[in-house]
C-alpha cells in the first residue's frame, strides 16, 4: 500500500479496520473490549445485550442466534488515546462472504483472531487470503492464552507455514493456560501481568530494563521465567523482528498474546494499531486515484444494510469517505445518477446507538439513511465523476425459485427481491416468460436466510424451489444484437432489479452457442457494481 504523505492530523489519526477469525475464536469478545476501553460503552456484556435486544426484535437474529452466526454486519466508531477507530464488522459465516469481501473493500487494515488452542483455522484462511488481495496490513491477536494452548513457537510457524506470511512476535507469553501469568511486551521491554479476579481490569504493566533485570523474579515463577528467558532466545535467533514497512506491505504480521475475555493484551493491540498504523489509504478509481488528504470529498458506498429498524423501513447505505472533510448538510453529487443529494442526516454508529454525525473526515465510515438511491457501488463527490473499483461482484452459483405460499402476495414479494437485490444479499431474476422468480446466491444457507428475513420484514411466507437453470449471464453488446438474441431466446431471457438483461441456462452449450452466434455479444457471469 501507499504510505501518503502529509495528511491533514484528523485524517493521519484515524485507523479503519475489520476483524477476521473463524466463528467462535473471541471477535465478539474482543470487539466488546474495544469498544469498553475506547468509551463508546460502560460495561462489558453490553454487545451481547443488545445482541439480544435485537433477537426479540426479530427473529430473523434468531437464525443468527440457532445457527451460531453472525450475519448484521456494522460499522462502530471510538476514540483511544488520541486515535479515531473505525471498526467495520464482519460477517463470520462462510456463505455471507460476499458481504465479508465486500467490506473489507472499506478499510485499511485487519485484525486476525486466532484461538491459541486451535491455531490457522478454514475461515481464518479465507479471509485471509482476501486481506491478501487487497495487500491489507494484518495484525495478529492470538487469543485464550488462558486456556491451554499450543506451543508459541508451533503457533507462529502454523500461521508462517499456512499463509506465508512473516510473523514477528511483539509479545510473548509467559506460561499458558492454569499457569499463564501474563506476557513480555517485546516492543517496550515491559512486564505484563493479568489480573485474573476481574476480567474487565487491564493488565498491570511493570517497566523492566531486559530479561536480566531482578525484578523480573518478583512477577514470575522461576519455572516460567526460565522457560521465557530461553524461548525468548530462541525466537530472537529464530524469528524476524518487527519491521513496520514489512507489515505495510502486507508482508509481515505483528503478532500478540492475550486473553480477550480476561481484557488481556488488547490495549497492546489498540495501541499497536494506533503506533503503526496505517493510516487511511490511497483509493482507486477508474479514473485516477484518490489521496485521502484531497480538499474534495469523495466516498464510496461498501454496504446497504435494509430494515435495520422495522418500523421505519429505512435503509442504511454505509459510505466509506476517501476524501476530504464532510460536513452534514453537505451536498454532495450522486455520481451514478448525476444528481445532488443533500447528505442532512448522515449518522456515526456508536456501540450503543446511532448519533448524527456533523462531520467525517477521509477514513470513516458514516451510514447514509436513503429509500433506495444509494446502492452498493455507488460514489458520491463534489462533482467530479468518479468511480471507485475493487468492489467485487459474486457470480451467483445457485439458482432458485421462490414463491410465496400465498399466491395473493406475490406483488410484495416482488418488493422485497428487490430490496434485498438492492442491498447486494441475492442476486433476482425476473423471467421473461412466467411469473415467478429466480434468485441466486453463492452460498446455500443464504436462502434460508433470505426465507427467514422476507416473512419477518414483509410478513410474506415464500417456499424455494429447484430451478431448471443453474447458470446466469449478463448480457451486453449492441442494442440490435441483442434485441435479437432476447427475441430468439425468450426461455433463457430475464431481467435482474437493475433491468438488465441475463441470460438464463442449465447448459454451458448455450452459452457457447449465444457467443457464436451473436458475435459482439458477451456473456458475463459478474455484473459490475458500479
Ligand atoms: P466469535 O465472536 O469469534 O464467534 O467469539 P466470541 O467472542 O463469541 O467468543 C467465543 C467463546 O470464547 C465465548 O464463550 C467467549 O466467552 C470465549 N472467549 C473469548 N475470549 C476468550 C478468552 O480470552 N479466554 C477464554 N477462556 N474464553 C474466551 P461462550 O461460552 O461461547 O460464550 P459466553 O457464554 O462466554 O458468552
Redesign the pocket.
Same mark, same amino acid.
Given at each position: 500500500m501507499t504510505q501518503t504523505a502529509a495528511l491533514p492530523a484528523e485524517i493521519a489519526r484515524r485507523r479503519t479496520f475489520a476483524i477476521i477469525?473463524?466463528? +467462535?475464536?473471541?471477535?465478539?469478545?474482543?470487539?466488546?473490549k474495544f469498544l469498553l476501553f475506547g468509551g463508546a460503552i460502560q460495561m462489558a456484556g453490553q454487545v !451481547?445485550a443488545k445482541g439480544e435486544a435485537r433477537r426479540t426484535r426479530s427473529d430473523f437474529m434468531k437464525l443468527e442466534q440457532d445457527r451460531?452466526i453472525?450475519v448484521s454486519a456494522s460499522a462502530m466508531s471510538f476514540e483511544y488515546k488520541g486515535f479515531r477507530y473505525n471498526l467495520v464488522d464482519t460477517p463470520?459465516h462462510s456463505d455471507f462472504s460476499e458481504d465479508t469481501y465486500r467490506t473489507l473493500t472499506a478499510v485499511d487494515a485487519a485484525i486476525m483472531?486466532i +484461538?491459541g488452542a486451535k491455531g490457522v483455522e478454514s475461515q481464518t484462511r479465507k479471509l485471509f487470503e482476501v486481506c491478501r488481495l487487497r495487500d491489507l496490513p494484518i495484525l495478529t491477536f492470538c487469543?485464550?492464552? +488462558? !486456556?491451554e494452548s499450543r506451543d508459541t513457537f508451533e503457533i507462529i510457524d502454523e500461521i508462517q507455514e499456512n499463509l506465508a506470511i512473516d510473523v514477528a512476535p511483539v509479545s510473548w507469553p509467559i506460561g499458558m493456560g492454569r499457569d499463564f501469568v501474563g506476557a513480555y511486551d517485546l516492543l517496550h521491554d515491559r512486564l505484563e501481568i493479568m489480573d485474573r479476579a476481574d476480567r474487565n481490569k487491564v493488565a498491570e504493566s511493570i517497566k523492566i530494563t531486559g530479561l536480566d533485570d531482578p525484578k523480573l523474579a518478583d512477577h514470575v515463577p522461576a519455572a516460567q521465567l526460565a522457560q521465557l528467558r530461553e524461548e525468548l532466545e530462541m525466537a530472537r535467533e529464530l524469528l524476524p523482528t518487527f519491521d513496520r514497512q514489512a507489515f505495510l506491505e502486507g508482508h509481515m504480521t505483528p503478532i500478540w498474546f492475550?486473553?480477550?475475555?480476561?481484557s488481556?493484551g488488547v490495549k497492546e493491540l489498540m495501541d499497536g494499531i494506533g503506533e503503526f498504523g496505517p493510516e487511511p489509504q490511497v483509493q482507486k478509481a477508474a479514473e485516477r486515484a484518490v489521496a485521502p488528504g484531497e480538499k474534495k470529498v469523495t466516498g464510496f458506498v461498501f454496504k446497504v444494510q435494509a430494515n435495520m429498524d422495522p418500523k421505519h423501513r429505512d435503509r442504511v447505505a454505509f459510505v466509506r469517505m476517501v476524501s476530504g472533510h464532510f460536513t452534514r448538510g453537505m451536498k454532495l453529487m450522486h455520481v451514478r445518477t448525476k444528481k445532488p443529494m443533500a447528505v442532512s442526516n448522515p449518522v456515526l454508529f456508536l456501540a450503543a446507538d446511532r448519533e448524527l454525525a456533523d462531520e467525517a473526515w477521509g477514513g470513516d465510515i458514516i451510514g447514509i439513511p436513503n429509500h433506495g438511491q444509494l446502492r452498493i457501488g455507488d460514489a458520491l463527490t463534489e462533482g467530479e465523476t468518479l468511480r471507485f473499483t475493487g468492489i467485487p461482484s459474486f457470480a451467483p452459483e445457485l439458482l432458485q425459485a421462490v414463491r410465496a405460499t400465498d399466491p395473493m402476495k406475490g406483488k410484495h414479494l416482488e418488493k422485497a427481491l428487490m430490496q434485498f437485490a438492492e442491498e447486494g444479499a441475492a442476486k433476482v431474476f425476473k423471467p421473461s416468460i412466467g411469473s415467478g422468480f429466480i434468485v441466486g446466491v453463492v452460498g446455500a444457507l443464504q436462502f434460508d436466510v433470505l426465507a427467514s428475513r422476507i416473512e419477518i420484514e414483509y410478513g410474506i411466507p415464500v417456499r424455494f424451489e429447484p430451478t431448471q437453470f443453474t447458470s446466469a449471464r449478463w448480457v451486453q453488446g449492441p442494442k440490435d444484437l441483442v434485441e435479437k438474441l432476447v427475441n430468439a431466446n425468450k426461455q433463457h431471457i430475464s431481467t435482474d432489479h437493475d433491468g438488465d438483461i441475463v441470460f438464463l441456462t442449465r447448459l454451458q452449450w448455450d452459452i457457447d452457442r449465444v457467443v457464436r452466434d451473436y458475435e459482439g455479444v458477451t456473456l458475463s457471469a459478474t455484473k459490475e457494481m458500479m
Open positions: 477469525s473463524h466463528p +467462535d475464536a473471541g471477535k465478539t469478545t474482543l470487539t466488546e !451481547r451460531g453472525s463470520g483472531v +484461538d487469543n485464550k492464552m +488462558d !486456556r492475550g486473553s480477550a475475555i480476561n488481556f
